[in-house]
């Protein structure tokens, strides 16, 4: 089984900054995909952004951004300009050809806003 | 609008009962998954199905069955529920295709088991 790793289980952030939750995997496949999805309280999961790993640029969707880095098997979330909104539990997940249809999760973040 | 939905918010049930979980997709999405999620161990595969009555196991399958005998609806089954049992249970569904294909979740449900 692949091994996703979140090293951060809890963070916090004043409402309008930036933060920056980390993931990094295990995995010996070149062809791959990343995602990051967010569970807030009481409501259901979410995709919020995605990377196929053999596309160098990273991905942003809106003020939500990666730092794939492919060497060192990483793979973070910036949240830019944190809205109370954003308080919730972020999940990084990874799946591969390889491993069928199968997703493999992380244990989690729980993020915090600070008002 | 993309749509699981699962059949209780919140169960509480007796040692012993044989408990069904409900999930259904109005997706026609061809893959469903049942993951059981619990604090500090994140979400862990507990089967799937990419077909019709096909079943696979995942990394947690023991004390659990399911059944999909229609596209849209895959049931998880604990036959005699025990206390290490109680957590949140998640549905997800999926195109069949690509592994880049989103999953798209169920609200949960939070299962007791006493």
């Known amino acids: 089984a692949q091994t996703v790793t979140q090293s951060q289980p809890e963070m916090s952030v004043q409402e309008a900054e930036t933060v920056t939750l980390s993931c990094t995997y295990d995995t010996s496949e070149s062809d791959y995909y990343l995602f990051w999805y967010k569970q807030p309280p009481s409501r259901q999961m979410i995709l919020v952004i995605r990377?196929?790993?053999?596309?160098?640029q990273n991905a942003t969707e809106n003020r939500f951004s990666v730092n794939f880095q492919k060497a060192a098997k990483s793979f973070s979330l910036k949240i830019s300009d944190s809205q109370l909104g954003d308080a919730a539990m972020y999940f990084c997940?990874?799946?591969?050809?390889?491993?069928?249809?199968?997703?493999?999760f992380g244990t989690g973040t729980s993020l915090t806003v600070i008002p | 609008d993309v749509k699981v939905t699962q059949s209780s918010r919140y169960l509480v049930k007796r040692t012993g009962e044989k408990v069904f979980l409900e999930c259904v997709q109005d997706m026609d999405h061809e893959n469903m998954f049942w993951y059981r999620q619990d604090p500090g161990l994140g979400l862990r595969l507990i089967y799937f199905s990419y077909d019709v009555k096909m079943k696979e196991k995942g990394d947690i399958p023991e004390g659990y069955s399911v059944s999909r005998e229609k596209k849209e609806r895959f049931s998880l089954i604990l036959e005699s529920a025990s206390t290490n049992q109680t957590s949140m249970y998640l549905c997800a569904s999926s195109l069949l295709g690509t592994a880049y294909n989103e999953q798209f979740f169920g609200p949960g449900t939070r299962l007791t088991v006493l």
């Open positions: 997940a990874y799946s591969s050809p390889y491993t069928g249809n199968q997703f493999y």
């Open positions: 990377q196929e790993a053999y596309k160098q």
